[in-house]
Each structure stands twice: as structure tokens, then as C-alpha cells.
């Protein structure tokens, strides 16, 4: 496609200015009417021109795999077989789910090297986007013509939860204890399940940790040291139905407790336990519990494309269908937004997965119940709120309440606690052996 320069617009406009003169002037219409066929004639050699040149070439490089909410770089490969330097603007279709930072790019191509562009991509939305092509307008060689070229360059990019903030956070919380993250690490000496070590007697230390055979080789009292046991098993039980969908802040809850879900399996991975995957509210993807190095991938593989649903969640169903193909023991971890609604039905699904299993429900509470609650009332309006704010809190601990009566352990907390904190009960669990 050819688009009239600002050059030839600006040389139409003197010429259509310069008409005026044959109008008071008779003499001057051959003058004018020659330089209107000279303009004609150099825009179309021009043009003529510019078409027959070769069109450049384009290559987009981009990372397969691109964090959500960080800025990743794309880089542009353009290269030109003219003979002689050309002025271009460079402008890429990103995808619609992304901001881009540095685009477009004016430049001078030349046939001596490549010109390498590098701007930055700033993904919006989880999921797969599609880049469209690179577009170029290339200046004619005398400048009368902008040629439009859209370069055909596709890739594929998956947009995942920001795991480096998971890999952060993982390797905070193998400290012993993290003031950066608030994740904590429980260590249990002496009663653990697992033997990690020996070392010599402490005051303090319990009879029961003294290993005799240790202490008659060496001449003085050795203990023995465990850790929390290793090789147990965690599934995630994301709910992906309609509740997930409530907002507080920039990310909705189904975005909170994707975080909360992968900031677990990376910490349960680290301290030696299998991860699994089950999802319910819509959306049916299961991964067996594993404790690989690619289980993380697997599960971000499985979850990064998801939304919630318009569905109700069903946790009964979802319960029969866990306990049909997980018979071993584990720690299941329902992350949810919990309503009032759900008590007998969450009640059935506590009592199936109680029998085999050690049963967590983290909830998220909305951020602007708290502040209803604890806004004074001034008028009739806030005092009416104030009421059925603290009504809707009441039925809420009360269902909490029997959840903890049928044996099942619970969290109630914000969308940015979340988290942190159900990777801290997840660590007491370990140090308590409940597992």
C-alpha cells in the first residue's frame, strides 16, 4: 500500500496555492500548469519506483512464557536489501491483552546490518495471545511515498500468574523465619518423623532424643535431630465458579487464590511433599499428586488460562470425584470464597473428604465487609449497612463454625493475606504431624 508522504501533501497544497496565480495572471497558467505535470510526473516515478523495490523482512522474538504484570522484552530483527539508507517507522500489532512501551520506532535501514528494536511488553490478562504482524511504512526513494508493509510474524505467548513472585516467596520461606514475606518456618527438634542428623546433647534436649550407640562410640551424649516429615501429599482444590469472580482491588479472587495456590505448591515442593490439582466451578482439570521438578510447570501449564465461571460450585460432587481417584491420605487445601450458602453442601463434601483426608478450607472475606463493620454509623443509611454487614459476619463464623465442628480446619482472611497465610498453616500442620 502507498501513502501520500507529508512531501507530496505539502507540494499539492503549494501547487493547489500557487492556482490562484493564472487566476490574476493569464500569463502564468503555462507555468503552473507545467509544474502540476512535473509533480505528477516525479510522484509517479516515484511511486513506480518504490514499488519495484524489494519489500524488507521482519523477525519478532519473544519469550514463549511471559509473567502477568512485569514488563518483558520483545525484539524486532529488520532487515533491508535496498542500496542505499531508507527511513522507516516501525510499529508492532501486539496483543490486544498486553501494553506496549517504546513502539512505534522511527529509524534508518541500511543494507549494511540488520536494525535490531527491543520495546517492552506488559501483559494485562492470564491466558494464550497472539501477536498479529509487523507493520512498516518505508520511505520512496525520492521521498513523495510512504509504502505500508505488514510483515506476517506470528507467535504464540502464554501469559501465567507472575511466578517469579512464587519463586521469590519459595525461597523465603526456607528460612527459618522471614520478616521479607511473613512466611514462617516451623521446625520441630527432637519429635519430627524424619531423622536428619546427630549432633551433640543440648541442654533441654528430651531422653528420648539421646542415641545410645552414638553416645558409647564417642565418649559423650549425641541426640538425634528430626525434621518435619517429608513425602506427604498436598492437593489443591481451586473453585473457579461464579463467587470467584468478586473483585477487591485491581485482581479478582479467583486471581488471589491462583496466587495463593501456586505460592503452596512451590513451598510443599521444596519441603519434599507431592502436589496435585483439582478444580471445580466449571472448569474440570485434575493433576495426580507429584513432586518432580516439573510438577510446578505442569500446574501452572494447567491453571494460567483459566477464568471464572457463571456456574455454581458444587463441592459434593467434587468430593466423590477427588475420593474416586485419590485413595491416599493428604492435605486438601479448598480455596474459595466461602457464603453462608454453602454450609450443607460444603458440610456433605467435609464428611467424604474427612474420611480419608485432612481438610483446609481457605476463604477469602471481602475487603469492604470489614470496612462496613468498622465504619460508624452517622445516618440511617451507614446504620442500616453497619447492621447487615455484622448480620452477614455472624451467619458467616457460624458456618465457619460447624465446618471446624465436623473436623475440618479453617482460614477466613483477606485477598492479600491469603497466601502467606495458608502457606503458614500449611507449615504447622507439618511441624504438628497431623498429616
Known amino acids: 500500500m502507498l501513502l501520500p508522504s507529508r512531501v507530496l501533501l505539502l507540494s499539492v497544497a503549494a501547487l493547489a496555492l500557487a492556482a490562484l496565480a493564472p487566476t490574476l495572471w493569464p500569463a502564468l497558467g503555462?507555468?503552473?500548469?507545467?509544474?502540476?505535470?512535473?509533480?505528477?510526473?516525479?510522484?509517479?516515478?516515484?511511486?513506480?519506483?518504490?514499488?519495484?523495490?524489494?519489500?524488507?523482512?521482519?523477525?519478532?522474538?519473544?519469550?514463549?512464557?511471559?509473567?502477568?504484570?512485569?514488563?518483558?522484552?520483545?525484539?524486532?530483527?529488520?532487515?533491508?536489501?535496498?542500496?542505499?539508507?531508507?527511513?522507516?517507522?516501525?510499529?508492532?500489532?501486539?496483543?490486544?491483552?498486553?501494553?506496549?512501551?517504546g513502539m512505534p520506532v522511527a529509524l534508518s535501514l541500511s543494507a549494511a546490518r540488520a536494525a535490531l528494536i527491543t520495546y517492552r511488553l506488559h501483559p494485562k490478562a492470564r491466558g494464550e495471545h497472539h501477536f498479529g504482524p509487523i507493520a512498516l511504512r518505508l520511505r520512496s526513494p525520492l521521498g513523495f511515498w510512504q509504502r505500508q508493509h505488514r510483515i506476517e510474524a506470528t507467535n504464540r505467548v502464554r501469559v501465567y500468574p507472575n511466578f517469579t513472585v512464587y519463586s521469590r516467596h519459595a525461597l523465603l520461606a526456607a528460612d527459618a523465619r522471614s520478616a521479607a514475606s511473613g512466611v514462617l518456618k516451623r521446625r520441630r527438634r527432637g519429635q519430627g518423623l524424619d531423622f536428619e542428623q546427630l549432633r551433640e546433647y543440648r541442654e533441654g534436649d528430651s531422653p528420648r532424643q539421646v542415641d545410645w550407640r552414638a553416645t558409647a562410640r564417642l565418649g559423650k551424649l549425641i541426640s538425634r535431630e528430626y525434621q518435619d516429615e517429608r513425602d506427604q501429599r498436598i492437593i489443591l482444590m481451586l473453585d473457579t465458579g461464579r463467587r470467584m469472580g468478586a473483585r477487591d482491588g485491581a485482581l479478582s479472587h479467583f486471581d488471589h487464590a491462583l496466587d495463593a495456590l501456586l505460592l503452596l505448591a512451590q513451598v510443599g515442593l521444596r519441603h519434599g511433599d507431592a502436589v496435585g490439582l483439582h478444580t471445580l466451578g466449571g472448569h474440570h482439570r485434575a493433576l495426580a499428586p507429584h513432586k518432580s521438578r516439573s510438577t510446578l510447570t505442569r500446574i501452572l501449564d494447567a491453571v494460567y488460562d483459566l477464568e471464572p465461571t457463571l456456574e455454581a460450585s458444587d463441592f459434593e460432587k467434587a468430593a466423590q470425584q477427588l475420593l474416586a481417584r485419590d485413595k491416599k491420605r493428604a492435605l486438601v487445601v479448598i480455596l474459595t470464597n466461602l457464603r453462608d450458602e454453602d454450609d450443607d453442601n460444603l458440610l456433605a463434601a467435609a464428611r467424604l473428604l474427612g474420611s480419608r483426608h485432612l481438610v483446609l478450607v481457605a476463604s477469602l472475606r471481602e475487603r469492604a465487609l470489614d470496612t462496613a463493620v468498622e465504619t460508624p454509623a452517622t445516618d440511617l443509611d451507614s446504620a442500616a449497612l453497619r447492621g447487615a454487614a455484622h448480620d452477614y459476619r455472624a451467619r458467616r463464623e457460624a458456618c465457619f463454625r460447624r465446618l471446624r465442628q465436623a473436623g475440618l480446619l479453617c482460614l477466613d482472611t483477606t485477598p492479600e493475606s491469603l497466601a502467606i497465610t495458608t502457606v503458614n498453616r500449611y507449615l504447622a500442620v507439618k511441624a504438628e504431624g497431623r498429616l
Open 30 to 101: 503555462p507555468l503552473w500548469l507545467a509544474c502540476a505535470a512535473g509533480l505528477t510526473m516525479m510522484a509517479a516515478i516515484d511511486a513506480a519506483l518504490s514499488w519495484w523495490e524489494h519489500a524488507p523482512s521482519a523477525v519478532r522474538r519473544v519469550e514463549h512464557a511471559l509473567p502477568l504484570g512485569e514488563s518483558s522484552p520483545v525484539t524486532l530483527t529488520i532487515g533491508w536489501h535496498g542500496k542505499r539508507p531508507r527511513a522507516a517507522t516501525v510499529c508492532d500489532h501486539a496483543p490486544a491483552a498486553c501494553d506496549m512501551q
